[in-house]
């Protein structure tokens, strides 16, 4: 059964501050990643997504992408309090259609 | 833009009861998804569909049935709801024919069995 690892598990960091979220897959078929942040109480929305070995920046945040170690990373820098989220990772399979696979998140708390 | 409705929004069912969730969206899209989200933690994908009438089981499919008699609505059954199950049943959706869709998520219901 694919699986999707992240880590840590929690993270708190000062505004300002940089965060650093890490996710693997164990599925050699994956072929694209996604980003997903989710406020308390609210549904998750689509942050980033890469399929290409590298990097990609968006603002504050940059997604890197290891094809190889399948392992990609979400770095959000001069954290604010309203990045204070839930960060899910989810990783499609080769084939599958468009069915995510999603991990069990990074809880980030970014402290004034 | 589009939006997705879920109903009910706050579930309350007893122990053994068939409880039946509801969603809606006016994307168009194809393809609609059910998952399990259990207390701060990652979703579970229980049940998708790639077009109207099709169901394709996920991961956490035992103990639940799905129906999709129309594009724009996913129903999702608990069949013996479980006593102290507390989760937030998302629905999602996304087009097909492209390869790296976004899923668009609805705000959820909440489930609590007594």
């Known amino acids: 059964q694919q699986k999707v690892q992240q880590s840590p598990e929690s993270l708190i960091v000062p505004e300002g501050g940089m965060a650093s979220l890490n996710c693997t897959s164990s599925d050699r078929n994956v072929d694209y990643f996604w980003w997903y942040r989710q406020h308390s109480g609210k549904s998750p929305k689509m942050l980033m997504s890469i399929f290409s070995n590298g990097e990609k920046e968006e603002g504050r945040f940059t997604v890197h992408l290891n094809k190889a170690s399948l392992h990609t990373s979400l770095h959000i820098r001069d954290s604010q309090p309203s990045d204070s989220a839930l960060y899910l990772c989810?990783?499609?399979?080769?084939?599958?259609?468009?069915?995510?696979?999603f991990g069990t998140g990074t809880l980030l708390s970014v402290k004034p | 833009g589009g939006i997705i409705t879920q109903t009910p929004k706050f579930l309350i069912g007893q122990e053994g009861q068939k409880l039946t969730l509801k969603c809606q969206q006016n994307f168009n899209h194809d393809t609609m998804y059910w998952y399990r989200q259990d207390s701060g933690k990652g979703l579970r994908l229980i049940y998708y569909s790639i077009t109207e009438n099709d169901l394709q089981k996920g991961d956490l499919s035992e103990g639940y049935d799905a129906s999709r008699e129309k594009k724009s609505s996913f129903s999702l059954t608990v069949t013996s709801a479980q006593k102290n199950e507390m989760a937030v049943f998302l629905c999602a959706s996304s087009p097909s024919g492209a390869n790296y869709a976004e899923q668009f998520f609805g705000p959820g219901t909440r489930l609590t069995v007594l």
């Open positions: 989810a990783a499609r399979g080769g084939g599958s259609g468009n069915k995510l696979i």
